[in-house]
T-cell receptor
């Protein structure tokens, strides 16, 4: 079952602009993660934010988490053509045997040069 | 050079045939996972293993089987009971900080 839902489904921006993707989820979580997938490839881990954290940065990436609203956002600043990919949020529910990730359907980002 | 490898990259299956997808990791991770991805969708969990000689069904295990005889290896067999096996299959392992590392995937097509 899918826990997270990304919004928008697709996003097209110009190089240099910022890209914001949102993720909503249904149950409580232990942590939330963002992954990137280039077409036809495996997923690459971008950032993990724990339930007791509100914001996290990694290079041009900024992730926020609002557990009261059960939502997260991923901001990519100063986007580049190489950022073109699908972006997925995934949650780990607490007390979940196996620390299984539950993925959303993803946001397709296209950065035009 | 540490990481996860999957083979083959492309696989074609005839009706009624069982096929096995390989997944190997040298990251020394205990936990490994198999996911299925259909076009335009997220990943769905097929099977996972927390430790050698132990594995559990995920959300869509019907028609699939796995084994975990070695820490490094977690092969997935797609059996003839899986009626719609055409998909992209991804293997992953997990570190102690909960981050999952993915292989490059195997694209399976039914002829």
């Amino acid at each position: 079952s899918q826990q997270g839902e990304e919004d928008p489904q697709a996003l097209s921006i110009q190089e240099g602009e910022n890209a914001t993707m949102n993720c909503s989820y249904k149950t409580s979580i232990n942590n939330l993660q963002w992954y990137r997938q280039n077409s036809g490839r495996g997923l690459v881990h971008l950032i993990l934010i724990r339930s007791n954290e509100r914001e996290k940065h990694s290079g041009r990436l900024r992730v926020t988490l609002d557990t009261s609203k059960k939502s997260s956002s991923l901001l990519i600043t100063a986007s580049r053509a190489a950022d073109t990919a699908s972006y997925f949020c995934a949650t780990v529910p607490p007390m979940e045997y196996g620390n299984k990730l539950v993925f959303g359907a993803g946001t397709i980002l296209r950065v035009k040069s | 050079d540490g990481g996860i490898t999957q083979s083959p990259k492309y696989l074609f299956r005839k009706e009624g045939q069982n096929v096995t997808l390989s997944c190997e990791q040298n990251l020394n991770h205990d936990a490994m996972y198999w996911y299925r991805q259909d076009p335009g969708q997220g990943l769905r969990l097929i099977y996972y293993s927390q430790i050698v000689n132990d594995f559990q069904k995920g959300d869509i295990a019907e028609g699939y089987s796995v084994s975990r005889e070695k820490k490094e290896s977690f092969p997935l067999t797609v059996t003839s009971a899986q009626k719609n096996p055409t998909a992209f299959y991804l293997c992953a392992s997990r570190n102690r900080q909960d981050t999952q590392y993915f292989g490059p995937g195997t694209r399976l097509t039914v002829l």
